[in-house]
């Protein structure tokens, strides 16, 4: 009766919530997830940025910047280095502040959050250009963190967890290695098994290849493809463009901290409008 009644756990823990928090307990996922269904019944974006404008110092990292994201959609943002990318998709998670404009997930206007900010953190799983693993920690062992200290999720059952992803990205028969006995591709794969450890309902990927050897670059492009094609909601800043070609519903362009070009792939890459699009296409793809 123990291990079936920790089975339903798990299982309810792998299965999309459906119904609010306990009466009486303020919980501001419950809410995303109810606002997130209801902007997406009526047609308004999961993410919703308005007008983000943002500074470090006297230089404008984004300027004016508007985008929607629905429900299930991927969108590869790409661009020059210094065009803005890893601060807008930064911002989305707050983790940068921005100085003008708004950021809607799931109906929630973020600047309304405050403290509680790290609620939809819990929500949003990002995915990082450096691995960011615990060193001192088994795989499992940062794995299963998250859900243990956020989530407040007994051991057995995140690590449950934990293997359960781990299996998803195919890296389970690594579980007991440290991340310094893995290989790049392989603690990436593990960040995006941790990411997933939360339940996001949207992934952020920076440049999640660009620390990786070639060869190691296609086992977490085909981990990421996976995802997609399992209809994660997904925004990827990318200079892998293969993987947009075959993923992306729409590719961004960024350049100098503003959308300069938004399109859908064969739009993109058959028909550029804008100069600079072509001119970074011509020196992107030329290589």
Same mark, same amino acid.
């Given at each position: 009766?123990?291990?079936?009644?920790?089975?339903?756990?798990?299982?309810?823990?792998?299965?999309?919530?459906?119904?609010?928090?306990?009466?009486?307990?303020?919980?501001?996922?419950?809410?995303?997830?109810?606002?997130?269904?209801?902007?997406?019944?009526?047609?308004?974006?999961?993410?919703?940025?308005?007008?983000?404008?943002?500074?470090? /110092?006297?230089?404008?990292?984004?300027?004016?910047?508007?985008?929607?994201?629905?429900?299930?959609? $991927?969108?590869?943002?790409?661009?020059?280095?210094?065009?803005?990318?890893?601060?807008?998709?930064?911002?989305?998670?707050?983790?940068?502040?921005?100085?003008? /404009?708004?950021?809607?997930?799931?109906?929630?206007?973020?600047?309304?959050?405050?403290?509680?900010?790290?609620?939809?953190?819990?929500?949003? /799983?990002?995915?990082?250009?450096?691995?960011?693993?615990?060193? =001192?920690?088994?795989?499992?062992?940062?794995?299963?963190?998250?859900?243990?200290?956020?989530?407040?999720?007994?051991?057995?059952?995140?690590?449950?967890?934990?293997? =359960?992803?781990?299996? $998803?990205?195919?890296?389970?028969?690594?579980?007991?290695?440290?991340?310094?006995?893995?290989?790049?591709?392989?603690?990436?794969?593990?960040?995006?098994?941790?990411?997933?450890?939360?339940?996001?309902?949207?992934?952020?990927?920076?440049?999640?290849?660009?620390?990786?050897?070639?060869?190691?670059?296609?086992?977490?492009?085909?981990?990421?493809?996976?995802?997609?094609?399992?209809?994660?909601?997904?925004?990827?800043?990318? =200079?892998?463009?293969?993987?947009?070609?075959?993923?992306?519903?729409?590719?961004?362009?960024?350049?100098?901290?503003?959308?300069?070009?938004?399109?859908?792939?064969?739009?993109?890459?058959?028909?550029?409008?804008?100069?600079?699009?072509?001119?970074?296409?011509?020196?992107?793809?030329?290589?």
């Amino acid at each position: 009766m123990a291990g079936k009644s920790r089975r339903d756990s798990l299982q309810r823990r792998l299965s999309p919530p459906t119904c609010p928090a306990v009466a009486g307990q303020v919980n501001l996922l419950s809410l995303l997830e109810m606002k997130s269904m209801t902007d997406t019944s009526t047609g308004n974006p999961l993410i919703r940025i308005e007008k983000v404008s943002k500074w470090f /110092g006297r230089f404008r990292a984004l300027d004016e910047v508007d985008l929607g994201v629905e429900r299930g959609q $991927r969108i590869v943002v790409c661009g020059p280095s210094g065009s803005g990318k890893s601060t807008l998709i930064r911002c989305v998670n707050y983790l940068e502040q921005f100085e003008q /404009g708004e950021i809607y997930v799931g109906g929630i206007r973020l600047r309304d959050l405050g403290g509680a900010v790290a609620t939809v953190r819990r929500d949003v /799983g990002m995915v990082f250009q450096s691995f960011n693993l615990f060193p =001192h920690m088994t795989v499992l062992e940062n794995c299963a963190l998250a859900p243990i200290r956020v989530r407040k999720v007994a051991r057995r059952e995140a690590e449950e967890i934990a293997r =359960h992803y781990l299996q $998803r990205v195919r890296i389970l028969d690594q579980t007991d290695k440290y991340p310094a006995q893995l290989s790049g591709g392989q603690q990436q794969r593990v960040a995006i098994a941790r990411a997933l450890c939360m339940q996001p309902k949207i992934m952020l990927f920076d440049e999640p290849t660009s620390a990786l050897d070639p060869e190691m670059v296609k086992e977490v492009l085909d981990t990421m493809i996976s995802l997609a094609h399992d209809g994660m909601t997904m925004i990827c800043v990318t =200079h892998e463009m293969g993987f947009a070609r075959e993923v992306a519903d729409r590719i961004v362009f960024m350049s100098d901290g503003a959308i300069v070009e938004e399109a859908p792939p064969t739009q993109f890459f058959g028909s550029p409008v804008h100069l600079r699009t072509k001119t970074f296409l011509g020196q992107i793809l030329g290589h």
